[in-house]
């Protein structure tokens, strides 16, 4: 079993940062793909992106192309999502998830996703 925390959720402009972590602890060994995930009330959860074992490939979904950086620290078995530029529309509960899965690149449903932290809240204000 793998066990996720997220953390560093909060109230945040427009335009402006954040960095979520996500704590892992278990069996970290077979988090082959780390990811990030989001879900507003009333939506289905939405993949956001992506991290293959090493921190050496990345995927994004679109819309946080070029404002959301993932990275993970296998040492300290946690992973990262820094938001930059963010938007009233990026306001969300952000989850963690781990998968055995190997990483193939693209995007990723909530079913490819093995073990999930209970989310952090952030909301962007305008």
């Known amino acids: 079993q793998v066990q996720l925390v997220e953390s560093g959720g909060g109230l945040v402009q427009a335009g402006g940062s954040l960095r979520l972590s996500c704590a892992a602890s278990?069996?970290?060994?077979?988090?082959?793909?780390m990811a990030w995930f989001r879900q507003t009330p009333g939506k289905e959860r939405e993949f956001v992106a992506a991290?293959?074992?090493?921190?050496?490939?990345?995927t994004y979904t679109d819309s946080v192309k070029g404002r959301f950086t993932i990275s993970r620290d296998n040492a300290q078995n946690t992973m990262y999502l820094q938001m930059n530029s963010v938007k009233p529309e990026d306001t969300a509960v952000y989850y963690c998830?781990?998968?055995?899965?190997?990483?193939?690149?693209?995007?990723?449903?909530?079913?490819?996703?093995?073990?999930w932290g209970k989310g952090t809240l952030v909301t962007v204000s305008s």
């Open positions: 991290i293959n074992l090493s921190g050496s490939s990345t």
């Open positions: 998830a781990a998968s055995n899965r190997y990483f193939t690149g693209g995007s990723y449903r909530v079913g490819d996703m093995n073990y």
């Open positions: 278990g069996r970290t060994f077979s988090t082959n793909i």
